[in-house]
């Protein structure tokens, strides 16, 4: 049993300690939103914050998380970076976005006015296929406004 | 009657596409939502013909029970064929309604409008709407295609931004067919052939039950079946198969030369006269094979139930897909339900249609038992379709000015487009499989495949082109974004900048000269003048600046597209502006995303894309060994869309791909004063021909 926190609420998983919290996320708690996208910490799609700190989650076993904090995109459902992305209509397929929106908030968090080569750079371990890398750094841009007081909306 | 348009006469039944009840419309389409924004478009073209708000639609894409026969979501026609028939039932639906609400008033239907689905009298509400007329007006009916749509200059949704409808869904976590789950589901994932037609010699069964998962099998087709994605990952690393008549590819099989060696396939088209004598310029142009590389690994849920064969899958077409699974099953279509999920971009023919085969077969072997199968990231890489290796061949006669007066030029290439019964992976492992049916894909210059955009769209007088179709690739490959098209633009406008070179012309009054098309001459004036083309300088200075135009399938969306790179023993991209006419643009922020998007992708597939071989088949098993472009790698877009509101929109999905991975070409050809003719443009290639 691993007891840890997930989006602010408290969760205990009975999956063996060395299952990739990815599965967890996904198979047990349902919360979808982190993206299997290659399993092999080389894409970013499963991106969450642990303690505030983004790992990809396809590589962390549950059994490290005892008393940790997780987020996952669901629960940045209220951060600008979400109304960000879809303002600057950064998506086309959209099944990066996940891990885009997580990277984006780490970098916030710890560079709030990030320039544009600060956010390219962080979001360097994030693959897009689409080719929404421009929009996706607007949205960075613009979530950064947001947060030191400016418009979210379009 | 003129003509209708393919989706529409394939589908004329007005209640295939149109329901109206409890103050909604329900829209049935078949072209589905792959990333490029479809839903959203069509949803605009569908509110504004019928005058009701956009949140009015309910949307439904790609359902053999529910929804048309649109056949598959590709080549850029979900605008020009699916948006112009939806419009057109949606305004015939409109006149019906009209129609019967002028009876019952005793109105002249000239006297009426529409608002939101409300019927006005000279503006007045009238207490009539779609929905208090709908029992009333049949439409149970085959369309006419005779009712006039609005003009331009009545569109209220239509030629505006609006935001895509399906991203804050998938913003919020779900929306993929990853995220479904059945009741009762189990995860499983197929044992794959590394080599085409290996067979099974054994599998490590009481490994795979030790790990708490089972094995269901068919002939060589092997299923694991578990209850998580753990247990089942431990279990197919546990089942150590043995695989049997493998074939032991040579990695120099994975270059586009090697094509060159390999029997074919011959298709001659064009002027059947011999070229003239004179100056001539010949060179040759390649792309090696390239992976969809979607973001998410291919899914699929089935489930066999009552009788039916029910399927999830986020394929381009439900209904090809239907018919594949009926085909490889030997049952009847109609006992086969598939339903459009989205999924990661496709980007063309990828491994959902191959992960749909697995999930329907194992689902047949476990009757009840909802499946769903999920591909590992090497599985993606090392078993979907490829974009086929390409090389064209290009030879020019010119004339005393130095401008082409003929061009012949020679395809070679593997199938683009593989599609149908007996072609997916899972095919070949079932008891009685066939070999892979040799390739159907024909030669002709529109809408083409392998041959797409060969024949100039410049005015040259004289063409010809052979197609060397090659039966036997190493690696199994079907349409990719742009399809032959990227190769032979590619080729085309690299060679038109040699061709400049060779007679001192400069590259965009070299294409001036041999352009006529008006809508075609002004994307390149204007991408010239954005880049500051007057003052590009000369060759050689380790900075350069290159253009490459095309109209995509010669009928299509035009794009023109102008690079700007740094180059010495690497190519790095510094700035790229793009000129685009669509014709009208149905969402003109929809169409930028869809540029954006193929000047991404095409320039990572001229800069690094390359699939690799060795003794064992794919040597390419994870993003590590397929880099693509990343964040810091992307210059500065700038893109002008010169759309042309009252000409017929054009798909804008696949129309940047030749022109960028060209324009990039050329710019590094003018920086490094050295010619690079074969993708991907890498140190490798640049230090070869230095």
Known sequence: MTSFTVNGIARTSAAPPATPLLDVLRDEFRLTGTRFGCGEEQCGACLVLIDGIQVQSCGREIGTLAGRVVTTVEGLADHPIIAALIAEQAGQCGYCLSGMAVAAAALLARTPAPTRAEIATALDPQLCRCGAHPRILRAVERASRALNGGEIAA | ?690
């Open chain 2, 1 to 690: 009657m003129t003509e209708l348009p393919k989706s529409l006469a394939d589908n004329r039944r007005l209640d295939r596409w149109l329901h109206f009840a409890d103050a909604r419309v329900r829209v049935s389409v078949g072209k589905v939502e792959i990333g490029q924004g479809i839903a959203t478009a069509l949803a605009q073209i569908a509110a504004d013909e019928l005058d009701v708000a956009l949140d009015r639609l309910q949307w439904r894409a790609g359902d053999t029970e529910l929804a048309p026969d649109e056949g598959s979501t590709s080549s850029s026609l979900s605008i020009e064929v699916g948006g112009a028939s939806l419009r057109l039932v949606c305004a015939e639906a409109r006149a019906l309604f009209l129609a019967e609400a002028a009876r019952m008033l005793n109105a002249a239907p000239a006297e009426l409008a529409i608002e939101d689905g409300a019927i006005l009298r000279d503006g007045v509400p009238t207490g009539h709407d779609y929905w208090t007329l709908a029992a009333r007006v049949d439409l149970a009916r085959d369309a006419t295609g005779t009712a006039t749509p609005k003009l331009r200059a009545a569109h209220r949704i239509v030629g505006t931004s609006t935001p895509r409808r399906d991203l804050p869904e998938k913003l919020a976590g779900t929306g993929f067919v990853h995220d479904m789950v059945l009741p009762g589901m189990v995860q499983a994932r197929v044992l794959r052939q590394p080599r085409p037609d290996a067979t099974l010699g054994g599998v490590d069964e009481a490994a795979i039950a030790r790990h708490g998962a089972r094995l269901v099998r068919s002939g060589h087709f092997v299923a694991i079946l578990a209850p998580t994605a753990a247990t089942l990952r431990a279990a197919v690393d546990a089942a150590r198969p043995r695989w049997e008549n493998c074939d032991t590819p040579d990695p120099a099989m994975a270059e586009a030369a090697w094509l060159a060696t390999q029997p074919a396939d011959i298709r001659a088209r064009g002027s059947e006269a011999p070229p003239p004598a004179g100056r001539a310029h010949q060179a040759t142009y390649s792309r090696p094979y390239v992976s969809h590389a979607s973001l998410g690994p291919s899914c699929a849920l089935a489930h066999e139930h009552d009788g039916i064969l029910e399927i999830w899958s986020h394929v381009q077409g439900v209904y090809p897909l239907r018919a594949n699974v009926a085909a490889t099953l030997r049952r009847d279509p109609e006992s086969i339900i598939v339903r459009h999920v989205a999924g990661p971009g496709c980007y063309g023919h990828n491994g959902a249609d191959d992960a749909a085969l697995d999930a329907a077969v194992t689902a047949t072997l476990v009757p009840g038992t909802p499946v769903r199968i999920l591909w590992s990231r090497a599985d993606e890489f090392a078993f979907s379709p490829a974009g086929t290796a390409m090389q064209t061949t290009l030879r020019a006669v010119l004339d005393e000015a130095g401008l082409p007066v003929d061009l012949t030029a020679t395809i070679t290439s593997g199938v683009h487009v593989n599609r149908g019964p007996g072609r997916l992976l899972a095919a070949r492992t079932l008891p009685g499989a066939q070999p892979m049916p040799p390739p159907t894909e024909v030669s002709d210059p529109y809408p083409g495949a392998g041959t797409r955009n060969i024949v100039p769209y410049y005015d040259i007088p004289a063409w010809r082109y052979s197609h060397h179709l090659v039966a036997g690739t190493p690696i199994r490959t079907s349409a990719l974004r742009g399809l032959g098209a990227v190769v032979n633009v590619f080729a085309l406008e690299s060679f038109l900048d040699e061709l400049a070179d060779l007679s001192g012309h400069d590259p965009v009054a070299y294409r001036l000269r041999l352009l006529s098309d008006p809508r075609a001459r002004r994307l390149v004036e204007r991408a010239a003048a954005m880049s500051g083309w007057a003052g590009r300088g000369p060759a050689g200075t380790g900075t350069g600046l290159g253009l490459a135009f095309a109209r995509y399938k010669n009928r299509s969306g035009y794009a023109c597209v102008v690079a700007k790179v740094e180059a010495d023993t690497e190519i790095r991209l510094r700035h790229i502006w793009c000129t685009a006419d669509s014709g009208l643009a149905i969402n003109p922020d929809g169409v930028r995303a869809q540029l954006e998007g193929g000047i991404i992708q095409a320039a990572s597939m001229a800069l690094k894309e390359q699939l690799r071989l060795d003794a064992t088949g794919t040597a390419t098993h994870s993003w590590a060994d397929y880099p693509i472009l990343r964040f810091s790698e992307i210059p500065p877009i700038d893109i002008e869309l010169m759309d042309e509101p009252d000409e017929p929109s054009l798909g804008m999905g696949e129309c940047t791909m030749g022109p960028t991975a060209a324009a990039i070409a050329n710019a590094a050809a003018h920086a490094l004063g050295l010619r690079l003719r074969d993708m991907p443009l890498t140190r490798e290639r640049i230090l070869a021909v230095a």
